[in-house]
């Protein structure tokens, strides 16, 4: 790899590239880059694979805010209908261990 860095860049570039591995040249910066980051905030526009994932992300947060809904709507329905099961319930206790009222005359001691 140095051999071949060496022959294209030159022995001191060689050894500068070599020892920096961040060493590019970008057509950004070469293009206009300071100019765009200035205008649009970015220094390229946006690929196509960056914006169909973006695309992507979206659909799949309106989908899980869209399915969370329906999970609290169906918890909430499934409380209320614990609720009144349970007051179904407790309405049955009630009315059949009602008092018979004075069925047992009392005696007089």
Known sequence: MAV???R??????A???SAVRCFHCSTVDQAGGKWRVRQDGRPAPPMKGYLRRQEKNAELARRV???SAEMDRGIEK???QQREQEQRI???RHNRLQPKGNSFPETAK
Request: hydrophobic share 45%.
């Open 65 to 67: 805010a869209m399915i």
């Open 90 to 92: 407790q309405e049955k």
């Open 78 to 80: 499934w409380e209320a």
């Open 4 to 6: 071949c860095v060496s």
């Open 8 to 13: 294209r860049l030159g022995p001191h570039l």
């Open 15 to 17: 050894k500068t590239a």
